[in-house]
């Protein structure tokens, strides 16, 4: 069993930022690909972006890409979405993710372990 705690979501203006940091105390997530999502009011939980078990391959939604930046720091104990120029369509609760297996996976239900979610306010 892999617990994740996501952290450092809030409100903030239109072209703002934040970064979410994902950790599972306790342990690394070294063996672990990783994985970003969103559930907005009314919408399925979407994909974000993901990134390898050695971090060397990433991947992103198009909604994102170019605004958002998912990295696992060099010790594997932390993932980050580093979320820039931030809109109000991007306003979700952000869940990070972790699988034994796979690559850069895109999949919500490749994932067995997931956070409880912080959320992301973007005010226009």
């Known amino acids: 069993q892999v617990q994740l705690v996501e952290s450092g979501g809030g409100l903030v203006q239109t072209g703002g930022s934040l970064r979410l940091p994902c950790a599972a105390p306790?342990?690394?997530?070294?063996?672990?690909?990783m994985g970003w999502f969103r559930k907005a009011p009314g919408k399925e939980r979407e994909f974000v972006a993901a990134i390898s078990w050695n971090g060397g391959n990433t991947g992103y939604a198009d909604s994102v890409k170019g605004r958002f930046t998912i990295s696992r720091d060099v010790a594997k104990t932390t993932v980050y979405l580093q979320m820039n120029s931030l809109r109000p369509d991007d306003t979700a609760v952000y869940y990070c993710?972790?699988?034994?297996?796979?690559?850069?996976?895109?999949?919500?239900?490749?994932?067995?372990?997931w956070g409880q979610g912080t959320q992301v306010t973007v005010s226009s």
């Open positions: 993710a972790a699988t034994g297996y796979g690559n850069v996976v895109r999949i919500k239900q490749s994932y067995p372990y």
């Open positions: 306790g342990r690394t997530l070294s063996s672990y690909a």
